[in-house]
T-cell receptor, first 113, second 114 residues
Framework: AQSVSQHNHHVILSEAASLELGCNYSYGGTVNLFWYVQYPGQHLQLLLKYFSGDPLVKGIKGFEAEFIKSKFSFNLRKPSVQWSDTAEYFC???????????FGKGTRLHILP | GAGVSQSPSNKVTEKGKDVELRCDPI?????LYWYRQSLGQGLEFLIY????????KSGLPSDRFSAERTGGSVSTLTIQRTQQEDSAVYLC????????????FGSGTRLTVV
């Protein structure tokens, strides 16, 4: 079945550590890729998106993600995390021929001050 | 409006009662989506409306769930004879074009069935 897999359910890091959250999907066609973030008590917000072109995309707050087509991956990275990055992060995929977005189960990121 | 508005923000209901959840999308967004967010389960697609087309109901978990979208704008999600497993956060999102913009989400309705 088509799916989006996020490898880490819960990640704990200290401030200034580097972050990489894994995401893999199982669709074979043309895809659009997203990372959404949900800060405590807030609604889901778009962090970054990939539609075409440069596979390395940059988003808000210093986040970036790299689309590797051969690996069906779209991992999220940040070189130095801050306490304010504590949130839940969702990887999501849209098939270009479809109008729905399929979400992974999320990764809870906790940054220690 | 400026964002996607959902009401109520919290709802506590007794098992067996019916509930209605409301979503007011961003003006001009033709697509409207309902998802359910449960702890550890991520976001589960429920139903999708696009313009005047028939809705995509493929994600509705049972016939107790239904949704309407009146006048291409406001949508209501109705859950009949609520069960404890229906407890979750119900999220509404709207979009102008998913492939280019993704979704804009509302703040959700937290439903608790007791």
């Amino acid at each position: 079945a088509q799916s989006v897999s996020q490898h880490n359910h819960h990640v704990i890091l200290s401030e200034a550590a580097s972050l990489e959250l894994g995401c893999n999907y199982s669709y074979g066609g043309t895809v659009n890729l997203f990372w959404y973030v949900q800060y405590p008590g807030q609604h889901l917000q778009l962090l970054l998106k990939y539609f075409s072109g440069d596979p390395l995309v940059k988003g808000i707050k210093g986040f970036e993600a790299e689309f590797i087509k051969s690996k069906f991956s779209f991992n999220l990275r940040k070189p130095s995390v801050q306490w304010s990055d504590t949130a839940e992060y969702f990887c999501a995929v849209n098939l270009n021929r479809d109008d729905k977005i399929i979400f992974g189960k999320g990764t809870r990121l906790h940054i220690l001050p | 409006g400026a964002g996607v508005s959902q009401s109520p923000s919290n709802k506590v209901t007794e098992k067996g009662k019916d509930v209605e959840l409301r979503c007011d999308p961003i003006s001009g967004h033709t697509a409207l989506y309902w998802y359910r967010q449960s702890l550890g389960q991520g976001l589960e697609f429920l139903i999708y409306f696009q313009g005047n087309s028939a809705p995509d109901k493929s994600g509705l978990p049972s016939d107790r769930f239904s949704a309407e979208r009146t006048g291409g704008s406001v949508s209501t999600l109705t859950i009949q004879r609520t069960q404890q497993e229906d407890s979750a956060v119900y999220l509404c999102a709207s979009s102008l074009q998913v492939q280019s913009y993704g979704y804009t989400f509302g703040s959700g309705t937290r439903l608790t069935v007791v």
